[in-house]
């Protein structure tokens, strides 16, 4: 931690401001600072904390916390990261992901695999002294971001969350200790680009933000590799992005399957999408390998999309157009969005899909052609629809978005309405009319599952579970999760919700606030099998029992195995006990980077003790036929009796010198008592006296409720068979 160049760096720094600090460490509420953030590629993830003091901090008392996607100290998941060891004044201590890049690591005090650490652009991170992880409180140090809020992708633009190394100057030294008020990540710090390293492990008050950066016409980069059909990563980066998204040209998409069923390719259009991007794929990787020198061509006036890729057009040494020939291949269609930078690049790259259409090669094909181009699955696919009007650019038309097959892939050009009008396109008959409004219909949630993403549903449901936004409801179909930021149900509460469905990270559910609660019901969890725990069951309310803590990860997520060996996934704050069983685990099924868990209700770990009582009674030889035990009657050893239930033997016991017998420990319900008749002997007579004195046997047998209290004298009695036996 405590290098020595780090020593002289920072005792320089402090010695030439330290007019600046002796007036802005005053205003800090708390012991340190953050001082740095990276939100880099991949796992280039760091923080760093400042000790602006002029004495030494055990940072044992201290935590640093994320609170996940909104989450706030009563809702969603906030995770802990515990420190230790001493900070110097004047000194940092760097926390870096240990997966980050080795000039991350090279300058890590603390180097984890802790989910503090995996931070994206839109959680928030706060520096706690004396943390309560009960009640999710302490002193706070300082924080970035909003506890409750989820502000989407990231808080802050100009200098923002994501995709940038933030860092504090000496005139932004003031902490920010409320972390419910509205952020903006500007007013403590400046902001580098994306990977910027240099300043971390070692408080710089001087930096200045770099001037942005003028895009230029084109770039020299190398190919770091072949992300899908039109799309790589290159080094280095440009205007801060290492991706670049190929222009003009859209090919079949791969995101949505691991794999493609061979079988399905002609049939099923998500098999036969995920089948010609893979092969797209192939081909990009035959134009373009590892490390090859290229020219990426960039329009100045729109640079990146709305993901921050770089859009280009990616040359080769020898002057192949990378975007081109995967049009020429028969690997992309066309794709141009309005404005068309380059007409004489429309015109080639339009040219270019006519002849491969024309000679029916890859997409075009006719044994396996294509069943949807790319944009068209996508709209299918995430639910989000046509939004593009398709303008012809001969003969100057253009149809509303559903209709875009009345436009040859070689003439598309997709504009908004406006902008096809201001171009001096007519609408096509029948076209640019407003498109009717879909109306919410109401469906049970299977019926709203069934339908797919996109579909505009109403359902109704009981609350199961809340966790931060989501609000998982259930009928008696099937269950679902609502996904809403300002409606806050309870559990049992019924709820009536309005919205369109869709998928958040693989989750089913519908994000909307339209969310009224209609009354209360209770809803029961269903006993469920650890291997059938699948999407049949997703965002349902279930019960496994008897499974044992195997292991848990940095997530809090815990291994559970069952006695057939089956394994499944529990996700709690709450800890369980490594190594221990447990009887019954309520909770609902969840789905979260690729794999379904269990977000618990309710956690028994030991089996409820049943209540028992015992069955008692007696049997005796009927020597004088009346049915009663009286003089000379005498009672019997070694009677066999047995106890059934639902037809199935409980117990067996015989008499003991005495003629009595008892069953101890007989749970509540129904029973059968079963006497064998000794040798030579019949029952007698039935209920002719008193409990304690008469037999109560029919065909050997009697019926005994066991109802919260013992069942004595259930007695047999027998005699020499004389013959029918007379009631007198």
């Known amino acids: ?56 901090v055990d940072l044992s008392t201290y935590s640093l916390v994320s609170f996940i996607n909104g989450a706030s100290e009563t809702s969603g998941t906030v995770t802990e990261l515990k420190l230790s060891g001493p900070l110097p004044a004047g000194e940092v201590f760097v926390i870096a992901n240990q997966q980050a890049g080795a000039e991350v690591l090279a300058q890590a005090d603390l180097k984890t695999g802790s989910s503090v650490m995996n931070f994206n652009g839109d959680d928030t991170l706060v520096l706690f002294e004396n943390y309560n992880a009960a009640s999710k409180t302490g002193d706070i140090n300082d924080s970035i971001g909003q506890a409750g809020v989820d502000p989407g992708t990231a808080f802050g633009s100009d200098v923002s969350t994501v995709d940038m190394t933030l860092v504090r100057t000496a005139d932004k030294l003031t902490a920010d200790t409320d972390i419910h008020n509205s952020y903006n990540p500007a007013d403590q710090f400046i902001a580098l680009p994306k990977d910027t390293f240099n300043e971390l492990g070692a408080f710089n008050g001087g930096v200045v933000a770099p001037e942005p950066e003028t895009p230029k016409a084109e770039y020299k980069v190398n190919v770091v590799r072949v992300v899908d059909g039109d799309t790589i990563k290159i080094s280095p980066s440009i205007m801060g992005s290492d991706t670049i998204r190929f222009l003009n040209i859209d090919t079949p998409e791969t995101y949505h399957l691991t794999s493609y069923d061979e079988s399905l390719i002609d049939t099923d259009p998500d098999h036969n999408q995920k089948y010609h991007g893979e092969i797209a794929k192939k081909a990009l990787n035959d134009i373009l390998t590892a490390g090859m020198p290229v020219t990426v061509k960039v329009n100045p006036e729109e640079i990146t999309d709305d993901y921050g890729r770089v859009l280009g057009q990616v040359v080769r040494e020898d002057g192949v157009n990378a975007n081109l020939e995967m049009v020429k291949r028969g690997m992309a269609s066309t794709y141009f969005i309005w404005p068309v930078a380059n007409w004489d690049d429309y015109n080639m790259f339009q040219n270019a899909v006519a002849e491969a259409q024309k000679e029916n090669i890859g997409i075009w094909q006719e044994a396996h052609p294509l069943m949807e181009l790319a944009f068209e699955f996508r709209a299918r696919y995430d639910g989000k629809g046509f939004l593009r009007y398709v303008g012809n650019s001969e003969s100057k038309v253009y149809y509303d978005p559903q209709n875009f097959a009345q436009v040859p892939v070689e003439n598309r050009i997709f504009f908004t309405q406006e902008e096809a009008i201001a171009q001096g396109y007519k609408p096509a008959p029948g076209n640019g009319g407003t498109l009717p409004e879909e109306t919410a219909k109401e469906m049970t949630i299977k019926e709203a599952r069934d339908s797919g993403k996109g579909t505009k549903a109403i359902v109704t449901g009981t609350v199961t579970k809340v966790d931060g936004y989501n609000i998982y409801i259930q009928d008696d179909t099937a269950g679902m999760v609502i996904r809403s930021k300002t409606v806050k149900p309870a559990v049992g509460d019924g709820v009536e919700a309005i919205g ?226 007379k009631k007198k």
Request: glycine share 6%; hydrophobic share 40%.
């Open 1 to 56: 931690m405590n290098r020595l160049i780090k020593v002289f760096l920072t005792l320089m720094i402090t010695a030439s401001l330290a007019i600046p600090f002796s007036s802005t460490k005053a205003q800090a509420a708390g012991k340190l600072l953050i001082s740095e953030y990276v939100e880099g590629s991949g796992y280039n993830k760091a923080i760093e904390i400042y000790n602006p003091t002029s004495e030494a």
């Open 500 to 725: 369109e469905t869709a998928e958040y990270f693989g989750l089913y559910q519908m994000e909307t606030e339209d969310v009224k609660v209609t009354g209360q019901k209770a809803v029961e969890p269903v006993v469920t099998i650890l291997d059938a725990i699948n999407e049949d069951v997703e965002s349902e309310f279930i019960r496994i029992e008897n499974v044992t803590v195997k292991s848990v990860n940095e997530f809090n997520e815990y291994t559970v195995v069952d006695a057939k060996g089956h394994q499944f996934a529990i996700k709690t704050a709450d800890a369980l006990e490594i190594g221990a069983s447990y009887y019954q685990i309520d909770g609902v099924v969840t789905y979260s980077y690729g794999a379904y868990k269990l977000l618990p209700v309710n956690i028994v770990k030991d089996a409820p003790v049943k209540p028992a009582f015992d069955i008692a009674g007696f049997a005796f030889h009927d020597k004088n036929h009346n049915g009663k035990l009286d003089q000379p009657d005498r009672k019997l050893a070694d009677v066999r009796v047995n106890l059934y239930q639902d037809d199935k033997l409980v117990k067996t016991v015989m008499t003991n010198a005495q003629g009595e017998y008892v069953f101890n420990a007989v749970e509540n319900g129904k029973y059968i008592v079963e006497f064998t008749s000794p040798n030579g002997l019949v029952e007698t007579l039935k209920d002719m006296t008193v409990d304690d004195k008469d037999s109560d046997i029919e065909d050997n047998k009697v019926a005994a409720l066991v109802a919260d209290a013992a069942v004595k004298d259930v007695s047999a009695g027998f005699t020499k068979n004389i013959g029918k036996l």
